[in-house]
């Protein structure tokens, strides 16, 4: 059964002036993912959690330096739509309007929990979950962790020793435990510090013990234990031998294809609005025609295309990360590459999951 925005929204939610100190908004985000940024009235976005600890925080910064516009959904907002939008923006909370009245957010916990009572719920994690996910050790330092977070666009890592999970470190981790100042540092003590707690190894901030389940386990399992223990993701594991990852955006993506007509539901998200130059008809145009090429063998299910713009230029065009999932009876197929400009990522990163397609089709006959 489809609900809408107005059956599974929350009215208590984290609200910040625009014109405060990061600092305050640094104690509020240990107890919430996002905060809702007014200005008096006036709604003017969202500040995450996760925005914070990727980016280079000055002393004295406001709120307004990082806030991002969240779509606005109304109360009749379908939930499919609200997790394509969630993926689409890359933004997990979005605001609620009764015209132009703020009423309330929808989080992803809240389509999590709806998910509990659906067929989806059934299913074994093993179908949604990131197979060979990226790890780091305990002696690896913060400062590669928050390069990974940036450059892949994920908020966790577990932490992997003699090829065992012994931890896993998060961007709550980071934010709480590190960045968090206890005082407020003058400019030069500022940079010595944020040398300093790069360099901090990753055993003395990660969380030991991490959760673990089997890939056998049913979705509305992990979503009990994600809501439970107030968790972004989980390990999944056999043993303490690492298998696979699975996150609250790897459970949304199915909810955003329900009751479309394609038989390979298509979506690009990430910070597209970032990147120079970009086409999104375009790329669609050129995914929906790859699926089609894969359609007969694949059958149905979604595919979703992750895009972001680094620094790094040459002969004129950026550097382009591109991350594809593509869902189906098949199986899950993942793939990551970089290219100059974003023709030449996705073209890499489609490359690769044509591979694994084409060694699932040999395997299969």
Known sequence: MLVYAQQIMTRDFEVIDVNENISKALSLLEGTDALVVM????YEGVITKKDIVRAKIPPEAKVKKFIRHAPRISPATPVNEIARLMLESDIYHLPVFDNEKLVGMVRDDDILRYIVEQELGEEKVAKYM???PLFVSPD???GKVIKIFREKNISRLPVVK???VVGIITVGDILERVIHPEEKPEYGEFIAEKKRYLKIPVKGVMTEEPIILSPEAKVKDVIEEMLKNELGGIIIGEGRKLVGIITKKDLLEPVASYGEEEKIFVQIGGEIDRIENFDKDEAMLH???FVRKHEEFLENG???AYLKQH??????LPLIYCKIRLSSPKGL???ADSGWGYRQAMKKAMEAIEKQIEKEKERTL
Do not use: M, V
Not at 311 to 316: D, L, M, Q, V, Y
């Open 39 to 42: 200005d008096g009235e006036k």
């Open 140 to 142: 690896d330092n913060i």
């Open 311 to 316: 620094k790094e230029r040459k002969h004129g």
């Open 130 to 132: 990131s197979s060979s």
């Open 287 to 289: 995914l929906k025609e």
């Open 162 to 164: 003699d090829g065992e």
């Open 333 to 335: 197929f993942i793939a």
């Open 302 to 304: 979604y595919l979703y």
